[in-house]
């Protein structure tokens, strides 16, 4: 009886390195390299059309990087991630602590037979799966964290493309659950699923303020501030949005805004 | 007429040179002896005065009993004299001192009963046969004791100062005191007295201010002469009125010589008398060896050479304060009984310096005008002593700072040696494995250019290489990044063969293409791109070389810049480079616009041998 073929896609942006893991991957009989995407955007649409078993992430790829991919993935159908990169320092940590599967370039053969025998086992128990993808999320969040780089983009799924939107666009974040509104200065709406600290710890703190438990908004737009009767105000962004201001960052508010 | 202003031209000046001398021994809380020779002294002179001095102009013959007492005090001088000069070997126990100085008490005693008898039982005072036995007895006394003590130290002093005392009163009994004497000879019987207080008071009072006052005596004294002397030749011409009037004229050109007078006696003082240096000398030779020396040491050692002779001290000593919170004294110069000198140096800092100067030779006493020198020397030594500290302090921080860049210079370049980013190798290699299995030719160009690469990177090189060296290495860069992106990067590199021989320090331009890869090409999906051009520019009249890194990539705002400065984009350690090598007339600009890419503009001075020897050019600079 002959097992099914590993199904396998390959999203880097450099073309050698891409073929060259695509020449690797050939030489196993068992790997059915079903698709190849030169950048983050593609591979999340070419994942969602293939369901591959398991994915080749390169980390470093423009605009959507690889951990970006992972981001705007549904849960159900995130393949298992096998993150490649050239030289990572703070993403290998995350992934050896969370035991996820990376490669280094120029990837090693060998290496990479370990990785598909880890995906086969994984593949044919459900709880091992899902759990991978689990382990996988959670590595993501903590290198987004860890990682000092700023945020310049958020991609946003919108029906089958995903929309860049460059954080400095961003006019306010309103949470509601699990969600985040996003409105920008183009009165632009998108919904993103993150949690408002963390995308709050990977935005610039002198360019966007929290107003309360649930909003952020750029201060740069903030053109109206109006005083409530106990000391707390609302703020008026140009687009007519209204926001309360929490009793203890109406406290900030008077202290970094309302002074000459 | 002549000898009755020799008494009176003879007695005023003996009374003030006796009234000095009383004052300065009051006021230095001196002995008694001294003060009892003032005394006599000047009892002696004001005596005289109002009896031979002043009846010749008021007509009133001289009260017997007040020209007993004048000649009674004369008579008694020499054996206090006498007494002073012997008190030492006296107290111990010296037995023919001790009958000396007993015979002279009593010679001078029993003068002085001779003159009161005189004067109480016939007013024929003085007694000639008294003033006979003071002369008689005290001649022969000084022989005695010029047997007895020429084998001590200082006897020769002692018998100078005796012997005055003697003709002091030796000459009285030549006189008739009838005011018939010619007046030389009455200037010789009547102000004898007068060479013994100048003796006095240069031996023990050449201190503090008695310069001054040995100044104005021995102007009066010349002057005195020249108006007798005047009047002298005038007595037989007075008989018209030309005469007069050349006694007159004489007054007149007297008075006019009379500041002349002064500086002679002054010189006579300070060089004959007080063997006192020349002070603007020693103040001209002590700025000028202060100014000469750099060194606290040599500067104390050079003025205590200078001050030693002058000062004529046998003790001239160097001590050192440390204590920061010692307050500067009030005066600078603190004088002990005149012998001995303290002064502050009063730097502004400590440790601070004092002098001490002590054991002054031959009785020389420290006067007003030496410490006012010390005072000066003091001064000038503080602010030397400052200025050496400041310019010390300056330059031990220029040399510090100069130290600490130079090291921040090399640790840059060391460390850009030793930073061979590893995402690039890495991606190089993945780069030559595709290569290797698709077109093994290439893969062995991409690979040359990467050892080549890595050598000179690697290497240990000089500090400083030219441009043509420095895009051969960036070509080389350039290349395997081209192989690895593919067709998402172009090269354009733009250098006249004239530019390539400009030196500029090394690898200063390696991480600004490495910048332009990194954040400008990766980073955009279609790529870019790499520009390098080269030029000349005037630049704060100097020719400058310009060089331009560019790229079309993805670009960024000021807040990517001002986060990548300090994440270490490189561009933080180019600056520094630039900063340390070029000073004011290195720069460098970027102009980065999001979504079409970076441009970053140094300018850095072309002349290679100020590159070079910027180093030393800079030290230079600074001292």
Same mark, same amino acid.
């Given at each position: 009886?002959?097992?099914?073929?590993?199904?396998?896609?390959?999203?880097?942006?450099?073309?050698?390195?891409?073929?060259?893991?695509?020449?690797?991957?050939?030489?196993?009989?068992?790997?059915?390299?079903?698709?190849?995407?030169?950048?983050?955007?593609?591979?999340?649409?070419?994942?969602?059309?293939?369901?591959?078993?398991?994915?080749?992430?390169?980390?470093?790829?423009?605009?959507?990087?690889?951990?970006?991919?992972?981001?705007?993935?549904?849960?159900?159908?995130?393949?298992?991630?096998?993150?490649?990169?050239?030289?990572?320092?703070?993403?290998?940590?995350?992934?050896?602590?969370?035991?996820?599967?990376?490669?280094?370039?120029?990837?090693?053969?060998?290496?990479?037979?370990?990785?598909?025998?880890?995906?086969?086992?994984?593949?044919?128990?459900?709880?091992?799966?899902?759990?991978?993808?689990?382990?996988?999320? @959670?590595?993501?969040?903590?290198?987004?964290? @860890?990682?000092?780089?700023?945020?310049?983009?958020?991609?946003?799924?919108?029906?089958?493309?995903?929309?860049?939107?460059?954080?400095?666009?961003?006019?306010?974040?309103?949470?509601?659950?699990?969600?985040?509104?996003?409105?920008?200065?183009?009165?632009?709406?998108?919904?993103?699923?993150?949690?408002?600290?963390?995308?709050? @710890?990977?935005?610039?703190?002198?360019?966007?303020?929290?107003?309360?438990?649930?909003?952020?908004?750029?201060?740069?737009?903030?053109?109206?501030?109006?005083?409530?009767?106990?000391?707390?105000?609302?703020?008026?962004?140009?687009?007519?949005?209204?926001?309360?201001?929490?009793?203890?960052?109406?406290?900030?508010?008077?202290?970094?805004?309302?002074?000459? | 007429?002549?000898?009755?202003?020799?008494?009176?031209?003879?007695?005023?000046?003996?009374?003030?040179?006796?009234?000095?001398?009383? !004052?300065?021994?009051?006021?230095?809380?001196?002995?008694?002896?001294?003060?009892?020779?003032?005394?006599?002294?000047?009892?002696?002179?004001?005596?005289?005065?109002?009896?031979?001095?002043?009846?010749?102009?008021?007509?009133?013959?001289?009260?017997?009993?007040?020209?007993?007492?004048?000649?009674?005090?004369?008579?008694?001088?020499?054996?206090?004299?006498?007494?002073?000069?012997?008190?030492?070997?006296?107290?111990?126990?010296?037995?023919?001192?001790?009958?000396?100085?007993?015979?002279?008490?009593?010679?001078?005693?029993?003068?002085?009963?001779?003159?009161?008898?005189?004067?109480?039982?016939?007013?024929?005072?003085?007694?000639?046969?008294?003033?006979?036995?003071?002369?008689?007895?005290?001649?022969?006394?000084?022989?005695?004791?010029?047997?007895?003590?020429?084998?001590?130290?200082?006897?020769?002093?002692?018998?100078?100062?005796?012997?005055?005392?003697?003709?002091?009163?030796?000459?009285?009994?030549?006189?008739?005191?009838?005011?018939?004497?010619?007046?030389?000879?009455?200037?010789?019987?009547?102000?004898?007295? &007068?060479?013994?207080?100048?003796?006095?008071?240069?031996?023990?009072?050449?201190?503090?201010?008695?310069?001054?006052?040995?100044?104005?005596?021995?102007?009066?004294?010349?002057?005195?002469?020249?108006?007798?002397?005047?009047?002298?030749?005038?007595?037989?011409?007075?008989?018209?009125?030309?005469?007069?009037?050349?006694?007159?004229?004489? !007054?007149?050109?007297?008075?006019?010589?009379?500041? !002349?007078?002064?500086?002679?006696?002054?010189?006579?003082?300070?060089?004959?008398?007080?063997?006192?240096?020349?002070?603007?000398?020693?103040?001209?030779?002590?700025?000028?060896?202060?100014?000469?020396?750099?060194?606290?040491?040599?500067?104390?050692?050079?003025?205590?050479?200078?001050?030693?002779?002058?000062?004529?001290?046998?003790?001239?000593? !160097?001590?050192?304060?440390?204590?920061?919170?010692?307050?500067?004294?009030?005066?600078?110069?603190?004088?002990?009984?005149?012998?001995?000198?303290?002064?502050?140096?009063?730097?502004?800092?400590?440790?601070?310096?004092?002098?001490?100067?002590?054991?002054?030779?031959?009785?020389?006493?420290?006067?007003?005008?030496?410490?006012?020198?010390?005072?000066?020397?003091?001064?000038?030594?503080?602010?030397?002593?400052?200025?050496?500290?400041?310019?010390?302090?300056?330059?031990?921080?220029?040399?510090?700072?100069?130290?600490?860049?130079?090291?921040?210079?090399?640790?840059?370049?060391?460390?850009?040696?030793?930073?061979?980013?590893?995402?690039?190798?890495?991606?190089?290699?993945?780069?030559?494995?595709?290569?290797?299995?698709?077109?093994?030719?290439?893969?062995?160009?991409?690979?040359?250019?990467?050892?080549?690469?890595?050598?000179?990177?690697?290497?240990?090189?000089?500090?400083?290489?030219?441009?043509?060296?420095? %895009?051969?290495?960036?070509?080389?860069?350039?290349?395997?990044?081209? @192989?690895?992106?593919?067709?998402?990067?172009?090269?354009?590199?733009?250098?006249?063969?004239?530019?390539?021989?400009?030196?500029?320090?090394?690898?200063?331009?390696?991480?600004?293409?490495?910048?332009?890869?990194?954040?400008?090409?990766?980073?955009?999906?279609?790529?870019?791109?790499?520009?390098?051009?080269?030029?000349?520019?005037?630049?704060?009249?100097?020719?400058?070389?310009? &060089?331009?890194?560019?790229?079309?990539?993805?670009?960024?705002?000021? %807040?990517?810049?001002?986060?990548?400065?300090?994440?270490?984009?490189?561009?933080?350690?180019?600056?520094?480079?630039?900063?340390?090598?070029?000073?004011?007339?290195?720069?460098?600009?970027?102009?980065?616009?999001?979504?079409?890419?970076?441009?970053?503009?140094?300018?850095?001075?072309?002349?290679?041998?100020?590159?070079?020897?910027?180093?030393?050019?800079?030290?230079?600079?600074?001292?």
């Amino acid at each position: 009886m002959t097992t099914p073929k590993l199904r396998v896609i390959i999203a880097d942006d450099e073309r050698p390195a891409r073929s060259f893991l695509a020449a690797t991957l050939r030489t196993f009989p068992d790997v059915d390299l079903i698709g190849e995407a030169s950048n983050g955007a593609e591979a999340v649409k070419l994942i969602e059309r293939e369901r591959p078993d398991i994915a080749f992430l390169d980390l470093q790829m423009p605009e959507l990087d690889g951990i970006g991919v992972v981001r705007l993935l549904k849960k159900n159908l995130t393949p298992l991630i096998a993150f490649v990169t050239a030289y990572d320092q703070y993403a290998v940590r995350a992934f050896e602590l969370n035991a996820v599967d990376y490669l280094l370039k120029p990837v090693e053969a060998s290496r990479v037979r370990e990785t598909l025998d880890r995906a086969i086992e994984r593949l044919e128990q459900k709880e091992l799966r899902s759990e991978t993808v689990d382990r996988v999320r @959670a590595a993501v969040e903590e290198f987004e964290t @860890a990682s000092p780089q700023k945020l310049e983009r958020i991609p946003v799924r919108r029906r089958d493309e995903i929309v860049l939107v460059p954080v400095n666009e961003i006019a306010s974040v309103v949470a509601e659950g699990e969600l985040l509104h996003i409105r920008t200065i183009q009165n632009e709406r998108h919904t993103i699923s993150y949690r408002l600290r963390d995308l709050e @710890a990977r935005m610039n703190s002198n360019k966007f303020v929290r107003l309360g438990r649930g909003t952020i908004v750029n201060v740069e737009l903030i053109r109206r501030i109006i005083p409530l009767p106990g000391g707390t105000y609302t703020v008026v962004l140009p687009n007519n949005q209204e926001f309360k201001v929490s009793r203890i960052q109406s406290r900030i508010i008077r202290e970094q805004l309302l002074r000459l | 007429m002549a000898a009755s202003l020799v008494n009176i031209l003879g007695f005023t000046t003996g009374a003030l040179l006796y009234g000095m001398l009383f !004052w300065m021994v009051l006021r230095s809380n001196s002995d008694r002896l001294s003060l009892l020779t003032g005394a006599l002294g000047l009892i002696w002179n004001i005596g005289a005065f109002l009896g031979y001095g002043l009846n010749s102009v008021v007509l009133i013959g001289p009260s017997p009993l007040l020209l007993a007492i004048a000649f009674s005090a004369l008579g008694f001088l020499p054996a206090v004299v006498v007494h002073s000069v012997l008190r030492s070997r006296v107290t111990s126990g010296w037995s023919i001192g001790r009958s000396i100085l007993v015979i002279a008490y009593a010679l001078s005693f029993l003068a002085a009963s001779l003159q009161i008898i005189v004067a109480v039982r016939d007013g024929a005072v003085p007694s000639q046969s008294g003033l006979q036995i003071l002369t008689a007895g005290f001649v022969l006394l000084v022989i005695a004791l010029l047997l007895n003590t020429r084998k001590e130290a200082g006897w020769a002093k002692s018998i100078w100062v005796i012997s005055l005392a003697v003709f002091a009163v030796s000459a009285l009994h030549l006189s008739d005191h009838r005011g018939t004497d010619p007046w030389w000879l009455e200037l010789l019987v009547h102000n004898s007295s &007068v060479p013994l207080a100048l003796a006095f008071l240069h031996q023990d009072y050449r201190f503090a201010l008695a310069d001054i006052f040995l100044k104005r005596a021995v102007a009066l004294v010349i002057l005195v002469g020249i108006v007798f002397a005047i009047y002298v030749s005038g007595p037989t011409l007075i008989t018209d009125q030309r005469s007069i009037l050349l006694l007159f004229a004489g !007054w007149i050109g007297t008075a006019l010589i009379y500041p !002349w007078i002064r500086s002679a006696a002054s010189w006579f003082v300070d060089n004959v008398m007080l063997h006192r240096p020349d002070y603007d000398m020693l103040l001209a030779e002590a700025t000028r060896t202060v100014a000469r020396h750099d060194s606290v040491e040599s500067i104390q050692e050079e003025l205590s050479q200078l001050l030693q002779p002058a000062l004529c001290a046998r003790s001239i000593q !160097w001590n050192r304060t440390n204590d920061a919170d010692t307050q500067l004294p009030q005066n600078i110069v603190t004088v002990t009984a005149g012998r001995a000198a303290v002064a502050v140096i009063p730097t502004v800092e400590a440790p601070r310096y004092s002098l001490s100067i002590s054991d002054l030779e031959g009785g020389r006493r420290l006067l007003s005008d030496d410490i006012a020198v010390i005072e000066k020397l003091a001064l000038l030594t503080a602010r030397r002593i400052d200025a050496i500290r400041t310019a010390h302090e300056r330059f031990d921080r220029d040399l510090r700072e100069r130290e600490m860049s130079k090291l921040a210079a090399e640790a840059e370049l060391r460390a850009l040696r030793a930073q061979l980013h590893p995402h690039f190798l890495f991606n190089a290699l993945t780069t030559i494995g595709y290569l290797i299995q698709t077109s093994p030719s290439k893969a062995l160009g991409t690979l040359m250019q990467l050892s080549s690469l890595l050598r000179s990177v690697l290497r240990s090189g000089p500090e400083f290489s030219t441009l043509g060296e420095e %895009l051969k290495i960036i070509a080389a860069y350039l290349e395997i990044e081209r @192989a690895r992106f593919e067709d998402r990067l172009s090269v354009r590199i733009d250098v006249g063969r004239e530019l390539r021989e400009l030196k500029l320090p090394a690898l200063l331009l390696q991480p600004l293409v490495e910048n332009a890869i990194k954040h400008g090409i990766s980073k955009s999906i279609e790529g870019g791109e790499v520009r390098i051009t080269a030029d000349l520019i005037p630049r704060n009249h100097h020719t400058a070389l310009r &060089v331009i890194v560019e790229d079309t990539g993805n670009g960024g705002d000021d %807040l990517d810049f001002s986060n990548g400065r300090t994440r270490g984009l490189g561009l933080n350690s180019v600056e520094k480079r630039l900063q340390y090598y070029g000073h004011d007339n290195a720069a460098m600009t970027i102009t980065s616009i999001r979504g079409s890419g970076t441009r970053v503009e140094i300018v850095l001075p072309v002349d290679g041998a100020t590159m070079e020897n910027a180093d030393a050019l800079a030290l230079k600079e600074r001292m």
